[in-house]
C-alpha cells in the first residue's frame, strides 16, 4: 500500500535532516586537536577535605572542598616547552556517561562534552601548582574526575580545543577510577526562604487586619 504523498514527504524530510546531524557530528573540526594525540604529561591528584580521593567519595555543597594538585611528570619523554598554561576541568565519570548522549567524550576536543565545568586556568610551571574547588548549587549530581590540559598559548583567546598539547588526569584512561561523588543541592537559598517567609507573615497580616476591620465595622453601624 502506497504512503499518502504528505506522510513520504515527511519521511524523506525527516531522513535528510537525520543524514545532515550526522554528518555534522562525524565532521573533523581541522582547527581542533585530537585527544589520542595528546601525551598525559601532567599528573594530577586531588584529595577531599584532606583524604585522598577514591571511589564514591562524597561531595556536598556548602560542606565539602576538594584540593587538586598537579606537576609536571619527569618521566615523560619531549619536554615541556611548548607548555604555557594549565586549564582544569571538571569531567564526567564513565558511570555517569551511560546513557547520556550529552555527556559523551569525543577524540575530536572540540565534539567532546564530558569536560564542561572549568575550574582554574594556571601558568605553567614544572614545579606545579594546586587550586581548591567547592561544590556550587548549580553542579550536576554526577561522578566526577579532575583532568589538566596543557595550553601552548597565554592569548585570551586561546581554547582547549584549539591549543592542547598534553594533559593529566586524576583517574585511569576509561574514566572509571577515583571518581567523586557531588551529591545534587536538594535544598533552597537563602533569600528564596526569607522572601517565603516574609510573604506568608504579610498574607497573615493582611488577613488578620481584614478580620478585625470587619468586626470593627459591624459594631459601628
Given amino acids: 500500500m502506497a504512503l499518502p504523498a504528505r506522510v513520504l514527504a515527511l519521511t524523506i524530510l525527516f531522513t535528510l535532516a537525520l543524514a545532515c546531524i550526522t554528518a555534522a557530528n562525524a565532521t573533523v573540526d581541522p582547527k581542533s586537536v ?12 586531588a584529595t577531599v577535605n584532606g583524604n585522598n580521593v577514591t571511589n564514591g567519595t562524597a561531595m556536598t555543597y556548602s560542606k565539602d572542598e576538594m584540593a587538586i594538585h598537579w606537576h609536571l611528570n619527569q618521566s ?10 594549565v586549564v582544569l576541568q571538571l569531567c564526567f565519570g564513565a558511570p555517569s556517561q551511560n546513557a547520556r ?3 559523551q ?24 601548582n594546586s587550586t581548591v574547588w567547592r561544590p556550587s548549587q548549580d553542579t550536576p549530581g554526577a561522578q566526577y574526575f579532575v583532568r589538566a590540559w596543557v595550553l601552548n598559548s597565554t592569548d585570551a583567546s586561546a581554547t582547549v580545543s584549539a591549543n592542547s ?7 585511569d584512561p576509561s574514566m572509571s ?16 526562604n526569607i522572601y517565603i517567609i ?7 497580616a493582611a488577613l488578620a487586619a481584614f478580620f478585625f476591620y470587619e468586626r470593627w465595622a459591624k459594631k459601628n453601624k
Fill in 34 to 45: 585530537l585527544f589520542s594525540s595528546l601525551s598525559r604529561a601532567i599528573v594530577v591528584t
Fill in 101 to 103: 548522549p550529552w555527556r
Fill in 76 to 85: 615523560v619523554a619531549g619536554g615541556d616547552a611548548a607548555f604555557k598554561k
Fill in 165 to 171: 598539547v598534553a594533559y593529566g588526569q586524576n583517574t
Fill in 198 to 204: 516574609c510573604v506568608s507573615v504579610v498574607s497573615y
Fill in 177 to 192: 577510577s577515583n571518581l567523586v561523588v557531588v551529591q545534587p543541592f536538594s535544598g533552597t537559598a537563602v533569600g528564596i
Fill in 105 to 128: 567524550p569525543n577524540d575530536v576536543v572540540s565534539h567532546s562534552k564530558n569536560c564542561k565545568y572549568t575550574i582554574a586556568s594556571q601558568p605553567y610551571n614544572a614545579a606545579g
